[in-house]
Each structure stands twice: as structure tokens, then as C-alpha cells.
């Protein structure tokens, strides 16, 4: 079991742009659709033209949680899928024998927006890009337990998913949506609420099946509900959340 607690979050989706909105999605929680984009003010136009919409997601809800003067905080950057939109370019130039582009495979790859956005704030620390099947979010969560365990004061952990492209959709086994959000992560010590997190391998079928939102998107959902614990199923594990009082 791990514990945690949670000193701020960020988040954005399709019609949920502020705290307020979130607060009340949350106690009852509809799938986000649309095809808006946040505006990213904090990056200066020239590099701001270079980041497609799921790294803005992404660089947003980050630029929104971590403060200004923060510098050298350990970075995990979440993703199940990535920017698999690019990597759909890539795959469909070289069917067509066109050379595919530079630009775009250097920005598909998995950690591709965690350099941008460490880049943008001239970040020196450590930075991790991590996806896990269903478990990502729990995987990137461990993840940020051992960075607090060795010794990080503080680790800002970046969640963000994009609808798969037409071609995926029969793989999909969860509802698609284009989301983002970011927690400020440090050591529970008992100067705020915990979280906790144990696991335990157990076969059955995965819980995401009559899911109505993406994974992600529940474990945002469970964080700002205020509801005691709540457990899934997925790929041979059982995962239980416990909020302690």
C-alpha cells in the first residue's frame, strides 16, 4: 500500500474549465465531448503553434498546478495512449510511400510532451513519461510514491488521454474522451488528507467494461467527490482508493 496526499490539482476537459465546474461534474459526472482547446496563455505564440491539443491538455492543467517559482520538481507525465493521433500520420504517410515527417515523429514519441513542457519552464529535474494499460493512472501514482520515498519533496504527476483515432475504435475498451489533470503530489505526513492506494492480484473479468468514463476520469471523479474509498478490477489486479478522514 502506498499513501499520499494530494496539496493541488488542475484539470481541463471540453466544457469543465474551471474548479467550480469540476467540483460539480463530479457529483454527477458526464462523459466530456467537443472539440475545444485551452488556450495555453502561459506559452509565448511561436511555441505554443507547435503543440497540438493533447499537449495543450496537458501542459495547461501543469502550467495551472505547479507554482511559477517551482524549479527541479520530479515530473511524471501519464499517458495509456499518447498522441497516437501522430503516430496515425506517421503510419499512414508510409503506407502512401510519402516520407513521413521529422517534426511529427519527434512529437509522437511518449515523452515528447513532457520535454515540451519541460522545456517551456526550463525544467532541470528529473522527468518520467509512463503508460500502463488500463492500471496508468495507479502505475504512474506508484511511480510518484518511490520518487516521494527517495527523498522528492514534492512530485507533480500529469494524467491526459485523447479519443483514439476512427481506426482504433474497435480496440477500445473504455469510453474515449479528451481530458487532462495534474496533482501536486507529496508525502503524507498529516498536515493534509491522505490517499491510499493497495493492490492485490485477483483474477476476473476488468471492471471498465460498463465504465461510463474513461479511467482517468473516475479517479479525478473519486479525489473531488469526497467519497471514502472506492475500488476496480482490471487486467488481473484489484485496486482499492481509501480517503482518510
Known amino acids: 500500500m502506498i499513501a499520499f496526499s494530494v496539496k493541488e490539482w488542475s484539470a481541463w476537459a471540453p466544457g469543465l474549465v474551471d474548479r467550480d465546474a469540476w467540483r460539480a461534474w463530479a457529483t454527477a459526472p458526464w462523459l ?7 488556450a495555453l496563455a502561459e506559452v509565448p505564440a511561436m511555441q505554443r503553434r507547435r503543440i497540438e491539443r493533447l499537449g495543450r491538455m496537458a501542459i495547461q492543467t501543469a502550467f495551472w498546478c505547479q507554482r511559477a517559482e517551482e524549479n527541479g520538481t520530479p515530473l511524471i507525465f501519464a499517458s495509456r495512449h499518447g498522441d497516437v ?29 513532457a520535454a515540451l513542457y519541460s522545456i517551456l519552464r526550463r525544467e ?16 504512474a501514482c506508484v511511480e510518484a510514491a518511490v520518487l516521494l520515498a527517495d527523498g522528492a519533496p514534492e512530485v507533480l504527476l500529469v494524467v491526459y488521454e485523447a479519443p483514439l483515432p476512427g ?68 487486467d488481473g489486479m484489484t485496486w482499492r482508493w481509501q480517503r482518510d478522514a
Open 124 to 139: 532541470r529535474g528529473n522527468y518520467i513519461a509512463l503508460a500502463g494499460g488500463m492500471a496508468t493512472v495507479e502505475a
Open 85 to 113: 493521433a501522430r503516430s496515425m500520420e506517421l503510419l499512414e504517410a508510409l503506407a502512401t510511400e510519402q516520407p513521413p515527417s521529422p517534426t511529427t515523429f519527434g512529437l509522437s514519441v511518449h515523452n515528447a510532451i
Open 32 to 38: 466530456p465531448v467537443g472539440e475545444e482547446t485551452p
Open 167 to 234: 481506426i482504433y475504435a474497435s480496440f477500445a475498451d473504455e469510453p474515449d474522451a479528451g481530458f487532462a489533470w495534474c496533482w501536486r503530489i507529496a508525502p503524507a505526513d498529516g498536515s493534509a488528507p491522505a490517499l491510499r492506494l493497495a493492490w492485490e492480484g485477483e483474477a476476473g473479468e476488468s471492471e471498465l467494461a460498463a465504465a461510463t468514463l474513461p479511467h482517468g476520469l473516475e479517479v479525478l471523479r473519486f479525489l473531488l467527490s469526497g467519497e471514502a474509498a472506492w475500488q476496480w478490477r482490471a
